[in-house]
């Protein structure tokens, strides 16, 4: 089995460690006995989206962003039709933002974003900076557990965002912030999720902090490529310990 992993922008949208979301991705794989390859695309690189089983976009600064929207509006076609099959990605904050309609950036350009997806960010006056925790949303546990994956109900990570992202109806959010502000701090929610497409803003990195969400993205992606096998479990003792202890630390704060 070979899982095909598509890292956007990998020199760009860098931030807060993000890139350890394709070390979790590969690590969680090849645990299992799966070969996992990444593909590095950076401006101006060809990217087959047919090719690849998980997409990958992390965060960055609001001048990445702008540097390398114009690049990212010439995959447009092939992105939206990718993701309309059921393609898997992950996007963190920054990459998150340019999936929607617009950025409004708090120096007041506004940049465009991919459109495809009901959502729209506009900078606050004060960032948005600290741990969060949120509430998964019970549709995410109802298809990890379709999919033999241990749901838990939370995501813990850290959020440093000036953008405010706001989701049109249609749009579904990954859950409800127990602790932190999350896509913009006014709503109580964080993240989206639309097919097999999840944005949110908790770096940490998101997945090393949050196994069980690493594995549905991994099970969702061997499903659509028509694999009939279930993951097969890891010992995850440790790590649930270490999720579970983060979340309480955070919410004995609160
Ligand atoms: N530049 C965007 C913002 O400030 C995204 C930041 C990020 O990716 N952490 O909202």
């Known amino acids: 089995m070979k899982l095909k992993i598509g890292h956007l922008y990998p020199d760009l949208l860098d931030l807060y460690g993000d890139r350890g979301n394709i070390l979790t991705l590969t690590q969680r794989a090849q645990w299992r006995g799966i070969e996992a390859k990444v593909q590095r695309v950076s401006l101006g690189d ?3 989206f ?3 089983d998980i997409l990958f976009i992390g965060g960055g600064s609001d001048r990445e962003q702008d540097i390398l ?3 990212l509006m010439k995959r447009k076609q092939e992105f939206k039709a990718a993701i309309e099959d059921g393609l898997v990605v992950l996007a963190i904050c920054g990459g998150y933002q340019l999936l929607g309609q617009y950025y409004q950036m708090a120096g007041g350009k506004k940049i465009p974003g991919l459109g495809f997806l009901d959502l729209w960010t506009e900078a606050g006056s004060k960032r948005l ?4 925790v949120v509430k998964l949303e019970n549709g995410l546990n109802e298809q990890s557990a379709q999919l033999s994956i241990k749901p838990l109900e939370t995501l813990v990570g850290f959020e440093n965002h000036s953008g405010k992202t706001f989701l049109g109806n249609g749009l579904a959010s990954l859950g409800q912030v127990l602790y932190g502000n999350g896509n913009n701090g006014e709503d109580g929610a964080e993240g989206m999720h639309y097919k097999n497409v999840f944005g949110t803003y908790l770096h940490g990195p998101l997945l090393p902090k949050n196994p069980h969400f690493t594995d549905l993205l991994i099970a969702l992606a ?4 028509g694999s009939s096998g279930k993951l097969a479990a890891l010992d995850d003792q440790l790590e649930l310990l270490t999720h579970q202890t983060m979340v309480q630390r955070i919410l004995n704060r609160s």
């Open 50 to 52: 047919s090719k690849i």
């Open 46 to 48: 060809p990217l087959d």
């Open 129 to 132: 900076i600290g741990n969060v």
């Open 222 to 225: 061997f499903e659509r490529s």
């Open 69 to 71: 929207v114009e690049d």
